[in-house]
């Protein structure tokens, strides 16, 4: 019978690419924040690709999953995307308080 033992190397592996895949996904509400302020996105343009987004998040969740079983994925994709709905309601905050300030100053001039 043949054991599969896994080594410290591959235990760092996968715990250097579940830490750095969770790390960065949470920074993604600060980063819808950032561009909506920019005016990259809108939270109109969030809610249309969400279908998008659940295929991509799927697919991240799968690379930085340690186990090719979908229980594991589904528990990384779960907060992913649930940060992504977060990420909607961020960018539609700061959306509104743009539109908020340029009503401010269009009644100024």
């Not at 279908?51 to 079983?69: E, H, R």
């Not at 905050?93 to 401010?104: A, Q, T």
Request: aromatic share 10%; hydrophobic share 50%; glycine share 2%.
């Amino acid at each position: 019978m043949l054991v599969t033992r896994p080594t410290i190397s591959d235990y760092l592996d996968n715990l250097t690419n579940i830490i750095l895949g969770c790390g960065l996904a949470f920074e993604l509400p600060v980063l819808a924040s950032v561009l909506t302020r920019i005016g990259l996105i809108t939270p109109m343009f969030l809610k249309q690709s969400r279908k998008y987004a659940i295929v991509v998040i799927l697919i991240v969740s799968a690379v930085i999953t340690p186990s090719p079983d979908w229980i594991s994925q589904l528990i990384v994709f779960t907060p992913l995307f649930l940060l992504y709905q977060l990420s909607i309601l961020v960018s539609k905050r700061v959306y509104k308080d743009m539109e908020k300030e340029d009503k401010e100053v269009k009644e100024w001039e």
